[in-house]
């Protein structure tokens, strides 16, 4: 049921979006690692523009879309609600959540190491000379809150007292709201 007559495994991605820098390069590499095990990908857009933008909620999506064609789904981001989710399971499909936790449902997250990142990151231009950090970016998404407490942490940490007005709050963490910060 979940492969196609070739016998090639199809894997099924929920994304809120699928298009830009970020979300493109995410989709690119997840086919290139489905590819390499002989498998497709089918990959699905939860929001509707019409719903306003990804960073101010949880896109409401209910279709059940290529459910009879894959085998599970690797959900990006905020793709879809808890709700969605446990539906999800309950058709027996395997769910793994990349970049966020739901609240309340167990299953394998793959994260990227945010706090880390952004010690060494703080630690690299300390060493460079630089005292005065800005932080860019949306704290809707858990990843960038996350992000946000370790750049001050990391500051403290180095004796630096995190500065409120280097914080540029974005309306979301695309990159036409990262220019616009980097230009104020």
Known sequence: MAERRDGKLRIGVLS?????????ALLSAIAEAVADDGGRLVAIQTLDPS???IDTRVPKYGLRAAWEQVAGFIVVLNAVDRSYLEALREAGKPVVLLSQKVEGFSCPVVQADNRGGVRLAIAHLIEHGHRRIAFVGSRFQSDTRERYEAYREALTDHGIHPDDSLLFE????LEGSGELAARA
């Open 16 to 24: 809120p979006l699928i298009a830009g820098s970020y979300m493109s």
């Open 51 to 53: 719903q306003g933008s």
């Open 170 to 173: 974005t309306t979301d963490n």
